[in-house]
């Protein structure tokens, strides 16, 4: 698959598709990149080998770059990327029915930032990934759903400090704020994410794409909408043959007994597979 791509490698083993940006010399978010996520979007939408896809970089100083400058300094660059598919990229990676996760080593600035607000779930190394919004500094804003993702993620004070402020967040203030889920060591993060990649492949794809379309659902919907969605997604899976295979499963083996529900999880795991990233058994 990676032949397709200019400033991707792209490879898959075992349901995780992992996607590395590799355009040096700093992971720039310009036509090339940009037709590359493109063409990636296309090839994995559907691709039955691919139940989650993690973003990773190749170049540990830059995870991914703000857009292309000259999109302000040149008219026929901006003509050219309003007809392209850029306009249209992040809104289509958000309703993606695979999860995405990105692992953040570098800097994340400007359009690059956005992006990662397009996927499902962010990780990043503490003390080697820095996260910022320099636009407004530059005359303009960050207009790629920046404006309108990050509050629903920091809230709109810490939305306004990092958008009005221009200023580069560590790992550790990010996680604190909100814009990602976790900074972990370096050392640890690999572990982490591929852990965690693998648990997801190896969930039912129907629960897991249903759940995720419910949760993204939430982000869009007003609370009886989204509960109505909720519903809709869910009765389908409850009265099919696969839940009630699993469910029986972990009831032979002894679910809702006093000793069984003290390790539940581990209980599960012994009917279907490994135990889930970072969990923990008391």
């Known amino acids: 698959m990676s032949d397709r791509y200019a400033a991707l490698t792209v490879g898959t083993a075992r349901g ?3 996607v590395t940006i590799d355009h040096p010399p700093v992971n720039l978010l310009d036509e090339i990149l940009i037709a590359d996520l493109d063409r990636l979007y296309h090839d994995i939408r559907d691709d039955p080998d691919t139940r989650v896809v993690v973003f990773t970089s190749a170049d540990p100083e830059f995870f991914l770059s703000h857009g292309d400058m000259r999109l302000v300094t040149d008219p026929e660059a901006l003509a050219a990327y309003a007809r392209g598919p850029a306009p249209t990229l992040f ?6 029915p695979r999860p995405t996760i990105a692992k953040i080593a570098g ?3 400007g359009g690059g930032a956005e992006f990662l607000l397009s996927l499902d779930m962010r990780y990043a190394a503490t003390d080697h990934a820095w996260f910022g919004q320099p636009e407004v500094a530059l005359g303009i804003f960050p207009g790629g759903s920046g404006t309108q993702l990050l509050p629903r993620l920091l ?4 939305t306004l400090e990092v958008v009005l402020g221009g200023g580069l967040y560590d790992a550790r203030t990010a996680e604190r704020y909100g814009w990602i889920d976790r900074a972990l060591p370096a050392a640890e993060l690999d572990e982490f994410v591929g852990d965690l990649a693998r648990r997801i492949a190896e ?9 995720l379309r419910a949760i993204r659902a939430a982000s869009e919907l007003p609370l009886d909408e989204g509960l109505a969605r909720e519903t809709e997604l869910l009765l389908p899976l409850f009265t099919g043959d696969d839940a009630r295979q699993r469910f029986s499963a972990v009831l032979a083996a002894g679910a809702q007994t006093r000793s069984g529900e003290l390790e539940l999880e581990r209980l599960i795991e012994r009917t279907r597979g490994p135990a889930p990233a970072g969990s923990r058994q008391p």
């Open 155 to 158: 809230g709109r004070s810490r």
């Open 16 to 18: 995780v598709t992992t």
């Open 91 to 96: 809104a289509r990676y958000r309703d993606l």
């Open 107 to 109: 800097r994340v600035r």
């Open 203 to 211: 969930q039912p794809p129907d629960a897991v794409v249903a759940a």
